[in-house]
């Protein structure tokens, strides 16, 4: 069975700071997708990133960046400089990679994110 | 570029009654799930299509629920009977082969 632990249920910051979101993972697969979508207050899922367990590289996209670490079963989300735009739910999710599949999403419970000025 | 269209977007009503949601997928997309998300939860997987084909369902899909995907264009989530529990947030996601899955905004249910 799959399993996504977001730890982290609510961080505040302060606009400008460094924040990191963890996602820690389980999974009996060999091949996977991981993935970080944000959910505003709006309600709409926006996909974020998707890498594949195959693909340990770190990824920069902006201010954002991902760390993943197939050793500890973690793929962390960092936002830089964070800005009050950034105030939102963030999801870590787990699939499949199988595209004979369904490809379905395990997600983690969500971090909160708030940002203030 | 029209994302997933999903109508509507608020729906209350009484235990008891039926309830149907409509999912409009991006278009080309011929994978199509739903999910359901309860406040301060994630969502959940409920089922999924693939083109007109209903090809998974969770155990979270009881019997009164129901998913179609007739032409394998748009979807329909039917709710008979709908119990208090059933208030969530229901969320249609659509993608081609191997690709992310794109959300629409969502239905959220409420039960009076």
């Known amino acids: 069975a799959q399993k996504v632990t977001q730890a982290q249920t609510e961080i505040s910051v302060v606009e400008k700071e460094d924040v990191t979101l963890d996602c820690v993972y389980e999974t009996r697969d060999t091949t996977y997708y991981l993935f970080w979508y944000k959910q505003p207050p709006s309600g709409e899922l926006v996909f974020l990133i998707r890498r594949n367990s195959f693909d340990e590289q770190n990824e920069i996209s902006g201010r954002y960046s991902w760390n993943f670490q197939k050793s500890t079963s973690s793929f962390n989300f960092t936002i830089t400089a964070s800005q009050v735009v950034d105030s939102a739910v963030y999801f870590c999710?787990?699939?499949?990679?199988?595209?004979?599949?369904?490809?379905?999403?395990?997600f983690g419970t969500g971090t909160r994110l708030q940002v203030t000025l | 570029d029209t994302g997933v269209s999903q109508d509507p977007r608020h729906k209350i009503t009484k235990r008891g009654q039926n309830v149907t949601f409509r999912c409009d997928p991006i278009?080309?997309?011929?994978?199509l799930y739903w999910y359901r998300q309860t406040l301060g939860q994630g969502p959940e997987f409920l089922t999924y299509f693939q083109n007109e084909a209903q090809l998974e369902k969770s155990r979270l899909l009881s019997d009164r629920f129901s998913a179609e995907r007739p032409k394998g264009s748009f979807s329909t989530l039917e709710i008979q009977r709908t119990e208090q529990g059933d208030s969530a947030m229901y969320l249609c996601?659509?993608?081609?082969?191997?690709?992310?899955?794109?959300f629409g905004d969502g239905t959220r249910l409420s039960i009076l």
């Open positions: 999710a787990l699939s499949e990679a199988d595209t004979g599949t369904a490809s379905k999403l395990t």
């Open positions: 996601a659509s993608s081609t082969d191997n690709q992310p899955q794109h």
């Open positions: 278009s080309e997309h011929n994978r």
